[in-house]
T-cell receptor, first 118, second 113 residues
C-alpha cells in the first residue's frame, strides 16, 4: 500500500506564528490530497482537498486564507497554518487520493502532525 | 450531509469478552465504500477493512468480523475474545463518488485485564 509521511510529527509554537506541515506520498502519485483535522476527543473532519497543480477546495467553515495548501507535485502537499492561535491546536492528517478508481488508496493516511499553539 | 453514526461513545469490556461496535450510515450514492479504522493513543490511523456497497458478504479476519446489512444501512464490527491491546478508538467511515471519507464520531473501547 501507499506509504505516506508527514513532517513534523509534532510542533509547539507561539500564537501568531505560522506553521508548515508537509505530507509526502512516498511510493504513489497523489493527484489529490485530503487534509483532515481532529480536535481532542473528536472525530476526523475533512478540511480541504488539494489537487496537483490547481487550487484547493475548502470545506464549509474552513478559512482558506488561514490554512494555505500547496500541492505542487504528485508526491508533496503542504498545509500552512498562518497566524496560528490556540484554537488551531489539533491533530492534522493527510490522505492521498489517486487517479484510479473511487476508493483507490483512500484508505491510507499519514501518521499525523500534532500542533499545539501556546 | 450524509452522516455516519456511531452511537456508542465508550465501551468497556473485560478481557476475553466479545464486543460489537455499531455503525449506521446515510448515503445517496449507489456505489460507496465503508471502512473501519483503529486509532491507538499514538494517533496514527490503522486501516482494518474496506467494503464496497455491492458486497454484502460478511468478512472474518482472525478475531475481527464485520456484518454489513444494506437493508438497515449498518456495518457493525465485532471483536471476539478481546485483548487489552484492542483498547483504542475505533472509527467507522464511508466514501462515495467524491472519494473523501466521512467519519463517525468514534467509539472508545477499553479492554480491562
Amino acid at each position: 500500500g501507499a506509504v505516506v509521511s508527514q513532517h513534523p510529527s509534532w510542533v509547539i509554537c507561539k500564537s501568531g506564528t505560522s506553521v508548515k506541515i508537509e505530507c509526502r506520498s512516498l511510493d504513489f502519485q497523489a493527484t489529490t490530497m485530503f487534509w483532515y483535522r481532529q480536535f481532542p476527543k473528536q472525530s476526523l473532519m475533512l478540511m480541504a482537498t488539494s489537487n496537483e497543480g490547481s487550487k484547493a477546495t475548502y470545506e464549509q467553515g474552513v478559512e482558506k486564507d488561514k490554512f494555505l495548501i500547496n500541492h505542487a507535485s504528485l508526491t508533496l502537499s503542504t498545509l500552512t497554518v498562518t497566524s496560528a492561535h490556540p484554537e488551531d491546536s489539533s491533530f492534522y492528517i493527510c490522505s492521498p487520493g489517486g487517479s484510479g478508481g473511487v476508493a483507490y488508496n483512500e484508505q491510507f493516511f499519514g501518521p499525523g502532525t500534532r500542533l499545539t499553539v501556546l | 450531509a450524509q452522516k455516519v453514526t456511531q452511537a456508542q461513545t465508550e465501551i468497556s469490556v473485560v478481557e476475553k469478552e466479545d464486543v460489537t461496535l455499531d455503525c449506521v450510515y446515510e448515503t445517496r450514492d449507489t456505489t460507496y465504500y465503508l471502512f473501519w479504522y483503529k486509532q491507538p493513543p499514538s494517533g496514527e490511523l490503522v486501516f482494518l477493512i474496506r467494503r464496497n456497497s455491492f458486497d454484502e458478504q460478511n468478512e472474518i479476519s482472525g478475531r475481527y468480523s464485520w456484518n454489513f446489512q444494506k437493508s438497515t444501512s449498518s456495518f457493525n464490527f465485532t471483536i471476539t475474545a478481546s485483548q487489552v491491546v484492542d483498547s483504542a478508538v475505533y472509527f467507522c467511515a464511508r466514501s462515495g463518488s467524491a472519494r473523501q471519507l466521512t467519519f463517525g464520531s468514534g467509539t472508545q473501547l477499553t479492554v480491562l485485564p
